[in-house]
């Protein structure tokens, strides 16, 4: 096996394969899973896949996490062609280049061109294909009543939701239970969680906040028992094959960025729960040479609070924010973050200390709401980070100030959670002062799923118009449609595993 995966609060020397990893999800000690090495790419490879397709890129990168013997490179390369297929552009995540046309080199990284027109079809169209991979695999041949079966639970602030339900609507052998906070997302993430016709698919309106749904779904993992009878599978960023997927458009968009010139590298990414940044993160570690990777927050600011003073402090409120899907509490894949600075800063390198010293921290985060690392953990992490909080007000004042002065294309929109991301390159930019330097800035997902703050933003000008410039007809018809919704009065883990089963049976998987 070329690669195999251990968890981040584990102090065993043993690892294990890629398959199980997956399928898994998440440690049993309740840690995450991590590669037991990072693999390199030297600067022969690097120009090598300067020229590749997105899919071709995704297969070199992805046989350097998956041994041949657990997927065949053919086997692979099918799967990612299949996955891909289902994006509107060729290009899979295309650079939209100087965006404002004055030499700045703030480009926009369009990562909603799939199914459900935000960042995590990327790698939920891929891990659904996976799933369905393994399971056949398994199945095959057998009886009806000894095939394998997984039940994925997720939570989702709206956007990872909808793309595990388009990622899994209909695979044989596996169903898909979706919690989120009521009234905390947009209408059309809402819609297009609940418009899904297939049997397979239920999604859970929990009342509490999106902590809670986590809170409840890392639990369900835990529950030895429960996953015993059903197989749970996880489809949010704590599954290692989330983040695997996501490393390619860092490469892919790395290439096009420089196109063959001695330039610097910023990624700016709006940033919740960790997942789409840590890709980045594994993509500089494996040799990509980026300066500098910015995590860019709303006002639920733990990542910045932690960056700038080295305490690590769950608020007590989450506050709801014109970003919604980064009203997060605690970002659970910090941990695989704070795993590495451990282990290269306090434990000499030694994986099975860093396994200790992790545990140690989530006990202290778990008992008393925080911890705090010593000043050269900081500065470890600041040789490959930095950290910008944006505010609402910016929010929406750089929705419009893109809108009115953009020159590539004229009147470009952005979600909120891009102008996040947008709000902080443009500070970069303007404290760097280095015309070196090229900012890739992550659009995580499509104006036309938070119409309120868009509209808000931009309904002042003068010809502006919602349906006419930014509603695609496809999230148009979904508002015409039979929703399929159920409510759980209470964010408890017994009332929701409860649930699940009574669904469970009433799809015929259990
Ligand atoms: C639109 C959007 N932007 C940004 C983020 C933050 O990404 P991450 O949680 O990987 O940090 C999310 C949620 O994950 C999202 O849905
Ligand atoms: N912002 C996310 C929250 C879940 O994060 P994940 O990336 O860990 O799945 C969402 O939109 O649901």
Redesign the pocket.
Known sequence: MSQSYRSTRSSAKETQSFEKTIIQGLASDGGLFIPSEIPQVDAETLEKWSSLSFQELALEIMKLYISNEEIPENDLKELIQRSYSTFRSSEVTPLAKDITGNGEHLHVLELYHGPTY???DVALQFVGNLFEYFLQRANKDLPQEQRKKITVVGAT????GSAAIYGMRGKKDVSVFILYPTGRISPIQEEQMTTVPDKNVQTLSVKGTFDNCQDIVKAIFGDVEFNKKHNVGAVN?INWARILAQMTYYFYAYFQAIKGAQSKVKFV??????????AGYYARKMGLPVERLVIATNSNDILDRFMKTGVYERSDDVAATL?P??D?LV?S?FERLLWYLARDVMASGDDQKAGEILNQWFVQLKTEGKFVVDQAVIKAALVDFDSERVSDPETKETIKEIYQSSQNPKNYIL?P??AVGVCATKRQISKDNDSNIQYISLS??HPA?FAEAVNDALSEFEGYSFEKDVLPDELKKLSTLEKKLKFVEKADIELVKRTIEEELVKMGLF
Do not use: E, R, W
């Not at 602030?157 to 990872?160: E, I, M, P, Q």
């Open positions: 935000a960042f995590k602030s709206g956007d990872t960023s990414v709006p940033s919740g729960n960790f997942g789409d940044i840590l970003s899907a980064m997060i970002s894949n979600d959670h891009t995580t997902a799923k």
